[in-house]
């Protein structure tokens, strides 16, 4: 066995524990990017996930093997409908414990109910709104405090063709760009009682980090979870081939970090960086294929075409972001040839 330790290396990645369950399917963003744009603009945008298919391009990518040819290319279906952006809030910035919220003025729950039938007492039921415009001026008293401006947005459920809920998901989106604080809040404030597109946060070609939860897998053994090599399967192995690693050592000098353990694998929240927006349009027929996405059915309202796959089932949350790390900068979206609307249920 002396071999196997200098062969062997430790399974699995320490960057990602702990591997437990997402403490919500909508995930939070953890950090923005600085975005240099001469207006204010929000950071990110929350869609769901319908399917894969695929299309073919004219690769336009710098230095590629196949710059200016056709290639084929999978690509992931995010349907966006509108959000509306009930809230405004602001923050200020304390070297010791960090951001704080200074306060934060609502949209008031009828006027959402009344003109985008938007029932917010579905997602935050206890929580009280005051009047707006009051709300507002007690913020603007503030502004020589506020480091951070932030929008609250939430989904229209009722516009997606892949769901039957009708409670809106939330989202806490930061305000970049612009030359000044006051200019993001006065944006922030205008937005608030009004839908928000995708086309206002994102342009076609750029990339994108995708943050979503992975598909679930349950508890899992360490075959499954780690790549753990399986045992011969011979008469002599009486305790099976999946057993496990092996001796884990003494009690007293057992570490999680260096034996692999069964436990819950998927359904945690992760982050894909630069996915590329191959396309945002309105019609979402134009990429549904014949008899719709399997487990979600006909894309109805506005969709992004993303490169590549993305975490996640279908119906699940999908949180598109500015790119923090960006591969390069496109001038726009590359061509597209040709998109499969071929049936995806076999036949």
């Known amino acids: 066995m002396g071999a196997r330790k200098k062969h062997a290396p430790r399974r699995g990645s320490l960057a990602v524990r702990p591997r437990k369950r ?20 929000p950071l990110a945008f929350l869609g769901y996930k319908a ?26 279906v995010v349907e966006t409908p509108p959000m509306i952006v009930t809230a405004v ?25 009344e003109n ?19 709300a507002v001026k007690k913020l603007e008293e503030k502004l020589e405090k506020v480091y951070d401006v932030r929008i609250i947005a939430a989904t229209q459920p009722r516009l997606v063709g892949g769901l039957s809920k009708k409670k809106p998901d939330l989202i806490e989106i930061k305000i970049g760009g612009g030359s000044s604080i006051d200019e993001r ?4 404030v205008k937005l608030v009682g009004n839908p928000l597109s995708i086309k206002d946060v994102f342009k076609e070609g750029q990339f994108v980090d995708v943050i979503a939860v992975t598909r ?69 027929l134009e990429v549904t294929p014949a008899g719709g996405f399997l487990h979600y059915g006909i894309v109805r309202s506005s969709y992004v075409l993303l490169a590549g796959s993305i975490p996640g089932t279908p119906k699940r949350p999908i949180v598109l972001r500015h790119p923090v790390r960006p591969r390069w900068m496109p001038e726009a979206a590359p061509k597209i040839t040709y998109i499969s609307l071929q049936s995806k249920q076999g036949n």
């Open 89 to 113: 809030r602001v923050y200020g910035y304390d070297p010791n414990i960090g951001l704080y919220t200074l306060g934060e003025a609502w949209a008031q729950p009828e006027t959402l109910v």
């Open 185 to 188: 809040f006065n944006y922030a």
């Open 51 to 76: 399917g894969m298919t695929h299309v073919f391009v004219i690769d336009d990518e710098p230095g590629s093997l196949t710059q200016s040819r056709e290639i084929f290319m999978p690509v992931t």
């Open 116 to 134: 985008y039938k938007l029932d917010i007492y579905r997602a935050i039921p206890r929580l009280r709104f005051p009047d707006t415009e009051k």
């Open 216 to 284: 679930g897998k349950g508890f899992q053994g360490v075959i499954k979870r780690f790549g753990v090599k399986e045992l011969p399967k011979w008469h002599k192995h009486r305790k099976g081939s999946r057993s496990g690693p092996g001796s884990r050592g003494p009690a007293t000098t057992f570490s999680w970090s260096e034996v692999p353990q069964p436990g819950q694998m998927g359904f945690h929240r992760r982050t894909e960086y630069n996915k590329r927006i191959i396309k945002i349009g309105d019609n979402g």
């Open 22 to 41: 997402a403490s919500s399917i909508v995930p939070r963003v953890k950090t923005w990017p600085e975005v240099q744009s001469e207006t204010p603009l």
